[in-house]
């Protein structure tokens, strides 16, 4: 059986971050997920200077987000973010975002990457060999 991996960070909403009624612009939930991303790859190791010592680059070619309620200036959220395992040559995450102080849920999606050679953005068709090898440690494989 595969294993789940999941990271949960919380972030305070800044003032710069909401409108002057105080919610939060929709595309700061991206951003949202970007932290969790990064604390993600921080805690299991494969963070985006892991991948670029390896010589690799991994851009954001998909990403989806679904709005259930507004934050607002001075909330707390906690980021929810799971890998998704998959055989294709790709970094899978799904997220939730819910406000610390009420537990609600206030938004969820999905973000999808890809391996690029980092000199020459070469898109890789197979997993790179580090990858692999973290996904066994891991017990994704």
Known sequence: MQNELSDRTEILVRFNEADPLGIVWHGHYIRYFEDGREAFGNKYGIGYLDFYREGLIVPIVSIQCDYKRSLRYGERVIVETKFVPCEAAKL?????LFNTKTTQLVASGSSMQVFLER??????LTNPPFFEAW???????
Do not use: G, H
């Not at 899978?92 to 939730?96: C, D, V």
């Open 92 to 96: 899978k995450f799904t997220y939730s």
């Open 119 to 124: 000199e020459t953005s070469v898109l890789q």
């Open 135 to 141: 996904k066994r440690k891991q017990a994704l494989i």
